[in-house]
């Protein structure tokens, strides 16, 4: 089973100009993580952008990952694809380099039938002996998991350990929290709904937007841990605020310009974002905004 708690973020990818993985700046991106107090991460899903990268280039991801995380945290290596082929061959490599589990998404592109998608999560169960960590993502994958397929999924492919929830939808949470196994690692994806989701058993929070301000994220966990609701609840508002600020002033370029500010050298993410950066009137709005919230910057790094 996959032993994993607390706050393991979706772990960015960045791309040098040229297009070719940055690899400085995916180590970088690591110890930002690991040195806010991250449980784990989970690298190659959404912001991680494993579905716009060659097998190979996600490979060669994913063995910098492993190198430069060198045992500190676990690692839940997001290997789904299109065909259940290459989820394989990525899956048997991510086994190789010593990875706690293995994220998987349904087969996506095409709408395929849940008798479909049941058949590509046994099949890779049966070829890699990993707990599965199934990446729920309705959004991209156009696969809605409903409560008859979940109960299906964790009876006949025991392997299935986890989830992150990235629906929006309450009742898709109820549908996982109702069924699952005490021992089952439901991370939450959105911040907003840890208050709900933790009392009902999700064990922490996956969110992409912990690149902001890690720290922070960290800190509301270590709240709802000692269990005193009346801290946590405004350190979760304070969170929610300052993330939908931060998407309010720079939008796609918030990323990149944030970790920009916080020292870390990185050119183009995510990968199809063709500027090279945000107009220097957003960056000092950011700059501001993120000081007026307690997150700590530097000055913009300049990337030639």
Not at 39 to 65: K, S, W, Y
Not at 133 to 145: A, L, P, S, V
Not at 207 to 219: I, T
Not at 220 to 249: A, F, R
Request: charged share 25%; with cysteine; net charge negative.
């Amino acid at each position: 089973m996959l032993n994993i708690r607390g706050i393991v973020p979706g772990l960015n990818t960045p791309f040098t100009w040229d297009d070719e993985l940055d690899e400085a700046g995916l180590r970088a991106s690591i110890d930002y993580y690991l040195d806010a107090g991250a449980n784990g991460l989970f690298p190659l899903g959404t912001v991680g952008q494993g579905p716009q990268m060659t097998l190979d280039e996600r490979m060669r991801a994913a063995e910098i990952i492993m190198e430069h995380v060198n045992g500190r945290v676990p690692v839940i290596m997001q290997i789904g694809t299109a065909d259940t082929r290459s989820s394989i061959m990525l899956a048997k490599h991510a086994e190789g380099l010593g990875v706690a589990a293995i994220g998987l998404l349904p087969l996506y592109y095409g709408r395929p039938a849940e008798d479909a998608v049941l058949d590509h999560f046994r099949r890779v169960s049966d070829a890699v002996p990993l707990p599965i960590f199934m990446y729920d993502n309705t959004g991209t994958t156009q696969f809605k998991n409903s409560p008859k397929f979940i109960e299906k999924l964790l009876r006949e492919v025991p392997a299935v350990s986890g989830c992150k929830m990235s629906s929006y939808d309450m009742q898709d949470r109820f549908a996982w929290l109702r069924q699952v196994p005490p021992d089952f690692v439901y991370l939450e994806g959105y911040t907003e709904f840890l208050s709900v989701v933790v009392p009902l058993g999700a064990k922490g929070c996956m969110s992409p937007r912990a690149l902001v301000a890690p720290e922070m994220l960290v800190d509301v966990w270590h709240s709802i841990e000692q269990g005193d609701w009346n801290v946590t609840i405004p350190k979760l508002g304070h969170l929610w605020d300052t993330l939908k600020g931060v998407d309010d002033i720079a939008g796609r370029e918030a990323n990149r310009e944030i970790l920009r500010m916080r020292g870390i050298a990185i050119q183009r993410m995510p990968r199809s974002l063709p500027t090279k950066g945000a107009s220097p009137e957003v960056v000092q709005r950011l700059a501001k905004f993120l000081i007026e919230k307690g997150v700590p910057i530097k000055e913009p790094v300049q990337v030639g």
